[in-house]
């Protein structure tokens, strides 16, 4: 397993960075907590990693901390959820926040999420409440105050980020453009997406 990629921050966008490590660029998908913590393009920046194995491809998932990794592997052991929706979920809400719901079997927030029905919701706590309590209090980085973008590279960055997840991009589209009416367009990228993801 390749536990950390430590180089060059050559690229980075809500779903997906690219670092450079000796001359070699890794690309990986990262969620969006992991996105708000990079440091900026040019930098020297660490990304801890899982690697998922795949008859066809070798895919890299990235994180800021231990325990949202750890919290990613226990949730791609859960029967229907493959490491694309474990993105999308963790992306969708604070890992310690997904952690809260599973210990106290909280069905209401775990079907709120993107890609999450109520039977998906109920193997999550049957599956995982035991593994998760075990999972040392979840790591907090604080988020990072960014300028304000402007509108249309906000929202074409948002559509982008919510197609690289699977979505449909009409669809992408007209959510997006709700909640920037709604907000009166003051909204950063990474809350777009997250509210984004909750009406997906």
Do not use: W
């Not at 194995?53 to 231990?66: A, M, P, S």
């Not at 919290?71 to 969708?92: D, E, N, R, T, W």
């Not at 593994?131 to 973008?149: A, G, N, T």
């Amino acid at each position: 397993m390749i536990n950390y990629l430590q180089g060059i921050l050559v690229h980075k966008s809500p779903t997906k960075l690219v670092v450079e490590v000796n001359g070699v660029a890794f690309e990986v998908n990262i969620t969006l907590f992991c996105f708000e913590n990079l440091g900026e393009i040019g930098q020297k920046t660490k990304v801890l990693t899982y690697l998922h194995v795949r008859e066809d491809i070798l895919q890299l998932y990235g994180f800021k901390t231990n325990s949202e990794r750890e919290l990613f592997m226990h949730l791609i052991s859960a029967p229907g959820i493959g490491p694309k929706k474990a993105q999308v979920i963790l992306s969708s809400v604070a890992a310690a926040q997904l952690q809260r719901y599973i210990i106290e079997e909280d069905l209401s927030a775990l079907t709120s999420l993107s890609g999450v029905g109520k039977k998906t919701a109920q193997r999550l706590i049957l599956d995982l409440k035991d593994k998760v309590l075990s999972i040392d209090d979840m790591d907090r980085l604080p988020r990072k105050s960014e300028d304000m973008q402007t509108i249309d590279n906000l929202i074409d960055e948002s559509v982008a980020a919510l197609t690289s997840l699977g979505f449909n991009k009409n669809s992408a589209q007209m959510v997006v453009l709700k909640i920037v009416r709604k907000n009166n367009q003051e909204i950063s990228l990474e809350e777009l997406i997250k509210q984004s993801l909750q009406n997906l």
